[in-house]
């Protein structure tokens, strides 16, 4: 029993990531990948995964959580939406509409955002640690002037830009020592810190109008009966912790730059990694379960939905300050795997026990064992239309 669990656990562990921390590494698929990314027979793709020494024993887990009015309110928004691509294509419109600067391009949601700016028309600056990379990632004849430089060209690159999108941060899954607990949090704080320096010293007149930083839902601790919003307070242990820092960093930047800090829930999606990529073929062949008790909390959120919401900071002057990036829904992990297994017409019979998970994991194992409930009251009361609003439709459009 005890070799069962741990040989499952290191099977569910090796797919999640947690909550969009902009991870670093850009995932790859099998050039014969059907359409359907969960019927591939090959490698499966691996974003912000950090192996045990084997491909089946990495890191899925710590990954999980390590995401009238109305329609006043939507045409504000396409004012103020209006006003703001005016001002950033500052020749006519006949040219981009923005010039965005991002960390974590080669991220799960980064590589999505980027996508989706490029086919919007806007210009995009990818700031990366390596150059070599993120030209792999985004080459120059599919990604016709897109701008990437290192970290020695940042603060060029985000000068003149009009908003700068900063979802960088080292992955966390792997056991936690005190060493990688500190890098864990200073990597993050330091490329923040890096990110703002440049902001601040830029010409007042060629300075980004707007910085989006990511951070995550960890901030709030964890509970199960408690209920999260922009306006709760933190938790007390180590991930709320590095959020704290991690925001703290983003506050430094001058005043007259717009920030807004996206706490992200555990972003969802079917292409190229993500929480699901490893989850699915436990499923399909009859071992599928919840981490733990079930009980805890899974505030998830579409990386759709995701990028949207970054775009809309980015456009629109309302948003502004803390926003959840987590869907209105969030579910408990038993109903999502439930959920999850009848798309699949599979059961989700066979828990991951608990102490397997620590026997993995040790510390880090409370990420994905312990969840909170997180409502993105903020982007409803600006008027954000979710597209996924509950997790059976999420999962139906990933998996069908």
Not at 14 to 29: C, D, K, Y
Not at 267 to 284: Q, R
Not at 350 to 369: D, I, M, Q, R, S
Request: hydrophobic share 40%.
């Amino acid at each position: 029993m005890l070799l069962q669990g741990v040989v499952q656990s290191k099977a569910v562990i090796s797919g999640l990531t947690w909550a969009n921390h902009g991870a670093m590494s850009q995932g790859t698929t099998s050039p014969n990948s059907m359409s359907n990314p969960f019927l591939r027979t090959g490698p499966a793709s691996a974003h912000a995964l950090t192996h045990f020494g084997d491909d089946s024993a990495s890191s899925k887990l710590l990954s999980i959580f390590n995401q009238g009015f109305h329609g006043a309110s939507q045409q504000k928004r396409s004012c103020q939406r209006l006003v703001c691509n005016a001002a950033a294509s500052g020749n006519g419109g006949n040219g981009p509409k923005m010039v965005v600067a991002i960390t974590g391009a080669t991220g799960f949601v980064g590589s999505k955002l980027v996508d989706r700016l490029v086919a919007d028309g806007h210009e995009v600056r990818i700031l990366t640690r390596s150059e070599s990379k993120a030209r792999e990632a985004f080459p120059e004849r599919k990604y016709p002037g897109v701008k990437i430089g290192d970290e020695s060209k940042w603060a060029e690159l985000i000068k003149g830009s009009t908003g700068v999108v900063n979802l960088a941060g080292p992955p966390i899954s792997t056991r936690w020592t005190p060493e990688v607990k500190a890098d864990i949090k200073n990597c993050r704080v330091a490329v923040t810190g890096k990110v703002v320096q440049a902001i601040n010293s830029a010409p007042k007149d060629e300075r980004p109008a707007v910085l989006v930083s990511s951070t995550a839902v960890g901030f709030y601790g964890t509970s199960e009966t408690s209920a999260f919003d922009e306006t709760s307070p933190s938790g007390n242990d180590y991930l709320a912790e590095v959020c704290k820092a991690w925001e703290a960093s983003a506050r430094r930047v001058r005043r007259g730059t717009r920030l807004v800090l996206l706490r992200t829930g555990i972003v969802l999606d079917g292409e190229e990694g993500g929480s699901l990529a490893k989850m699915v073929p436990i499923f399909s062949i009859f071992a599928g379960g919840p981490l733990g008790s079930g009980k805890q909390w899974f505030s998830w959120v579409h990386r759709d939905d995701l990028v949207s919401m970054i775009v809309e900071s980015l456009e629109n002057p309302a948003y502004e300050g803390v926003i959840n990036g987590t869907a209105p829904n969030p579910v408990r992990m038993a109903e999502m795997c439930d959920r999850l297994g009848a798309i699949l017409g599979r059961p989700s019979w066979l828990p991951v026990p608990e102490f397997a998970l620590k026997a993995l994991l040790g510390e880090g194992a409370t990420v994905v064992l312990e969840g909170q409930r997180v409502l993105p009251k903020r982007a409803q009361e600006l008027g954000f239309s979710f597209k996924y609003r509950y997790i059976s439709d999420a999962l139906k459009a990933i998996l069908t």
